[in-house]
Nanobody, 123 residues
Framework: QVQLVESGGGLVQAGGSLRLSCAAS????????MGWFRQAPGKERDFVAA????????YYADSVKGRFTISRDNANNMVYLQMNSLKPEDTAVYYC????????????????WGQGTQVTVSS
């Protein structure tokens, strides 16, 4: 079992940056691959980025590649999403998710979710 709590969302102008954080409970954090997803109003929840258990492999949606960076700190049970060059279309609720063993890109692959944090990018 793992519990996830996101933070760091807010309002930012286009071109700006935000860093999202996700704090995980439990002593087995290193056994989970982690992912970030986002959901805009009226749309499905979409994959943003994922990272392997040891942080050695990362995966990104094409829409954020080159602008967002996912990272993790297993010693402190944290995962981060650094978001640069933000665009209005990045506006969404961002969710942190955990999955045992192998990173995935589908919401169906993740069994543990945080409550989400709102990111709003103004034009």
């Amino acid at each position: 079992q793992v519990q996830l709590v996101e933070s760091g969302g807010g309002l930012v102008q286009a071109g700006g940056s935000l860093r999202l954080s996700c704090a995980a409970s439990g002593r087995t954090f290193g056994r989970y691959a982690m992912g970030w997803f986002r959901q805009a109003p009226g749309k499905e929840r979409d994959f943003v980025a994922a990272i392997s258990r040891n942080g050695g492999s990362t995966y990104y949606a094409d829409s954020v590649k080159g602008r967002f960076t996912i990272s993790r700190d297993n010693a402190n049970n944290m995962v981060y999403l650094q978001m640069n060059s933000l665009k209005p279309e990045d506006t969404a609720v961002y969710y942190c998710a955990a999955r045992p063993l192998i990173a995935g890109t589908s919401t169906l692959e993740y069994g543990y979710w945080g409550q989400g944090t709102q990111v709003t990018v103004s034009s």
